[in-house]
């Protein structure tokens, strides 16, 4: 597996990648953030857009918000952020997921951060024992509602 920023022929499938590994969180085909998980133009635009690849596949993205980037939500100028971890469906429990966080971890560490924080929907269980399997907690006072009727919990670790 190889990581590396997204290209930009890979954009329209990391969008797909990244709808379908949030699926089953949106509230279905209506829910407005589905054009947000599928704007991985937007992300390879205003963040560091990752990927992991495999034989030429996309099996998982994550956006690292440095500072300045628009898609920042929590992160403070100490702090490295990232977003829309995704794995692909059919390539989940391979380690991917931890892989792209690592490494935004590191990019963190190279823009001179000393935490990482993010944010992720309270039914995430999945990613959160992820989270906690790499070390980070809950930050109870930095969860946030960023629309009426979505409250999202805030995790960091110190890097």
């Known amino acids: 597996m190889e990581l590396r920023r997204a290209r ?3 954009l329209e499938r990391v969008g797909e990648v990244t709808l379908a590994a949030y699926e089953s969180f949106t509230t279905g085909h209506r829910d407005p953030y589905r054009a947000r998980l599928r704007d ?7 963040s560091e857009l990752w990927v992991a690849v495999e ?13 300045g980037s628009p898609w920042r939500e929590l992160g403070q100028d100490h702090e490295g952020e990232f977003r ?4 692909a469906p059919v390539a989940q429990g391979r380690g991917i997921g931890a892989a792209l966080v690592r490494l935004c971890e590191e990019r963190a560490a190279g823009h001179g951060a000393t935490s990482m924080v993010l944010s992720s929907l309270p039914e995430m269980t999945a990613a959160h024992a992820l989270y ?28």
């Open 84 to 87: 829309m971890l995704a794995v």
């Open 55 to 67: 034989d030429g596949a996309v099996l998982g993205s994550v956006s690292y918000c440095p500072p």
């Open 132 to 159: 906690g399997r790499l070390g980070y907690a809950r930050l109870p006072g930095r969860d946030w509602d960023p629309v009426p009727g979505v409250h999202l919990v805030a995790f960091g670790r110190p890097l």
């Open 40 to 46: 991985a133009a937007g992300r390879h635009r205003d």
């Open 8 to 10: 930009a022929e890979e």
